[in-house]
């Protein structure tokens, strides 16, 4: 390879690094999806009283939540099987999650399974020990008040907490995605499949798509056994809009602006970042400039007393 071949190599590679953006002749070769699953009915969606003598780790899978999990798993090998392809996953280590995978990976031959990895950072939100019936649904009564991001549960943790150790996992990921642990055959298409629970995949999207807060408590909760597929545009970026409809991303809760960035990633040119890509501007500013030079009339007029003054 010539000198300037290994530096155009190694300038791609560093604007991945650097924007978490992925050019189609890169090295690095990306997941063709990421798709978000949260788990099975468990006792405690069924009965809240079983939080109250069960720790939350320990809440089994009720017979339906089993059934919907072989289920999810027939689907999944659905979206991922159109062509040469493998899967690798990630589980929370709860009970109920690590029961929805061994469910979802029936429907999965073991050649084609990468690899699988307990990870503690998209655990459910903690919300405490053992929890009194009475005494938490008077707790998520006053988070609905105060707000469903920042309200920390007492002894345990806020969305905000899972926020923070979300993007540490996903840093982690990326590492694991740079050294190729989650590839064995570089003609297959890689999926990975994290099971884990409705706020930690909600907040996982938050964090990848840089939702802001008051987007984020716009989202529904994922139904027991549904999942989130976000999937490889042409251009590099991932989109849940490759995948999903436009009918879906509003009945979860997207705004249309947030839909609008979702449809700009299906088919973002990173040539274009600059000029197209959304960045929510208008959910910080009402009115933003078009430039730095169109002054107001006020301004001008100001401008014009100053200078009489002179």
Excluded at 277 to 291: G, V
Excluded at 299 to 310: A, P, T
């Amino acid at each position: 390879m010539s000198s300037s071949a290994g530096g155009d190599h190694e300038h791609e590679c560093l604007f991945c690094e650097m924007t978490r953006q992925h050019h189609p002749q890169c090295a690095r070769r990306l997941p063709k999806r990421i798709i978000l699953v949260r788990h099975g009915e468990s006792q405690g969606n069924l009965d809240m009283s079983a939080y109250t003598t069960t720790p939350d780790y320990r809440i089994p899978l009720t017979p339906l939540g089993a059934d919907q999990a072989r289920a999810a798993g027939r689907r999944i090998r659905d979206v991922v099987s159109a062509n040469n392809w493998k899967v690798h996953f990630y589980v929370s280590p709860y009970a109920r999650t690590r029961a929805t995978l061994r469910e979802i990976g029936r429907a999965f031959p073991r050649d084609r399974v990468i690899g699988v990895r307990e990870e503690c950072r998209v655990r459910e939100q903690d919300f405490g020990n053992f929890q009194v019936e009475e005494r938490m649904r008077a707790v998520k009564e006053t988070r609905q008040r105060f707000g469903r991001f920042f309200f920390r549960f007492p002894e345990g943790e806020s969305a905000a907490d899972v926020f923070d150790r979300v993007a540490s996992f996903l840093e982690s990921l990326w590492r694991d995605i740079d050294m190729g642990r989650l590839e064995q055959d570089a003609s297959c298409e890689t999926n990975l499949v994290i099971v884990s629970h409705g706020l930690t995949s909600r907040v996982f999207l938050m964090k990848w798509f840089k939702w802001t807060v008051d987007q984020f408590e716009r989202l529904n909760n994922f139904d027991n056994c549904e999942f989130r597929v976000m999937q490889l545009g042409p251009g590099g970026e991932y989109s849940l809009l490759v995948h999903h409809t436009k009918e879906e991303l509003e009945s979860w809760g997207l705004s249309p602006e947030m839909i609008a960035d979702q449809q700009w990633r299906a088919s973002a040119n990173r040539c274009s970042w600059t000029e197209e890509c959304s960045s929510f501007i208008d959910a910080f500013f009402e009115e933003p400039k078009d430039s730095e030079s169109s002054d107001s009339e006020e301004d001008v007029q100001e401008n014009g007393k100053i200078k009489s003054l002179e």
